[in-house]
């Protein structure tokens, strides 16, 4: 069925939730790895597997079921991911997950998939994903490596310590407008471009003047920061 919308972009904690991949080639070691990367519990179910999958197998970091599939393998799973070299496999692994209402992937072919799993550029705490809604990858890793080009670490820094702010100036600064105006008026001030030049000393210091405007304390980390800056 041809879609009418485009897929609602979301992130969701995978962290300890039960992922299971069908499939043990070279693309379904890469999901594997993105998989434990960001905490899931993965489980491979395929007659046989890449050396690379092998290798996490005896490093106990995810679970193999040398098998073909088959639907109980569903059991328990939050996501699914189907990538092996039977099409009628991975339309088989879509329909049920379907059925049990578990988000399912087949690699490669957008119209199974519930969800798609995007290009990720990650710069300390920032992470930037990018999606063609699965009509072009490679115009998606183009994006991403054009974007890794022009995002740099001061845009992890600013938000780190931005971070740090937050719990303070929810309690100072009540409503929404005031916070809004607080933490625009930071990023406002240049603290990016002045990070991006070197010039830290100044950028913490413009963060200390804002929140003396706004009557926000200074985090601990802005103050160590700041000193470390002298």
Same mark, same amino acid.
């Given at each position: 069925?041809?879609?009418?919308?485009?897929?609602?972009?979301?992130?969701?904690? +995978?962290?300890?939730?039960?992922?299971?991949?069908?499939?043990?080639?070279? =693309?379904?070691?890469?999901?594997?790895?993105? $998989?434990?990367?960001?905490?899931?519990?993965?489980?491979?179910?395929?007659?046989?597997?890449?050396?690379? +999958? %092998?290798?996490?197998?005896? &490093?106990?970091?995810?679970?193999?079921?040398?098998?073909?599939?088959?639907?109980?393998?569903?059991?328990?799973? *939050? +996501?699914?991911? %189907?990538?092996? &070299?039977?099409?009628?496999?991975?339309?088989?692994?879509?329909?049920?997950?379907?059925?049990?209402? =578990?988000? =399912?992937?087949?690699?490669?072919?957008?119209?199974?998939?519930?969800?798609?799993?995007?290009?990720?550029?990650?710069?300390? *705490?920032? !992470?930037?994903?990018? *999606?063609?809604?699965?009509?072009?990858?490679?115009?998606?890793?183009?994006?991403?490596? &054009?974007? !890794?080009?022009?995002?740099?670490?001061?845009?992890?820094?600013?938000?780190?310590?931005?971070?740090?702010?937050?719990?303070e100036a929810k309690r100072?600064?009540?409503r929404d407008t005031d916070?809004?105006?607080?933490?625009?008026?930071?990023?406002?001030?240049? =603290?990016?471009? $002045?990070?991006?030049?070197?010039?830290?000393?100044?950028?913490?210091?413009?963060?200390?003047?804002?929140?003396? %405007?706004?009557?926000?304390?200074?985090? !601990?980390?802005? !103050?160590?920061?700041?000193? *470390? %800056? $002298?």
């Open positions: 069925m041809k879609k009418r919308f485009p897929y609602y972009p979301i992130y969701i904690d +995978i962290e300890d939730h039960a992922v299971l991949i069908v499939g043990g080639g070279v =693309v379904c070691a890469r999901k594997a790895e993105t $998989m434990m990367r960001y905490g899931g519990r993965v489980t491979i179910v395929s007659p046989e597997i890449t050396d690379e +999958i %092998a290798a996490w197998e005896r &490093d106990n970091a995810l679970v193999v079921h040398r098998k073909r599939y088959e639907e109980a393998d569903l059991d328990g799973a *939050s +996501i699914v991911i %189907a990538s092996t &070299d039977d099409p009628c496999v991975n339309a088989r692994v879509a329909r049920d997950c379907r059925r049990r209402k =578990v988000p =399912v992937n087949v690699v490669d072919v957008t119209h199974l998939c519930e969800f798609i799993v995007p290009a990720i550029i990650e710069k300390g *705490s920032i !992470q930037i994903a990018i *999606s063609t809604g699965g009509k072009s990858p490679a115009l998606g890793r183009t994006l991403k490596e &054009d974007l !890794q080009r022009t995002i740099g670490p001061e845009y992890a820094e600013v938000n780190d310590l931005l971070g740090t702010l937050r719990k100072i600064l009540p916070r809004k105006r607080f933490f625009d008026g930071i990023i406002a001030a240049g =603290v990016l471009e $002045m990070l991006r030049e070197g010039r830290k000393r100044e950028a913490y210091e413009a963060v200390v003047r804002a929140c003396e %405007a706004a009557g926000v304390p200074h985090s !601990q980390e802005l !103050q160590e920061r700041l000193a *470390s %800056a $002298m």
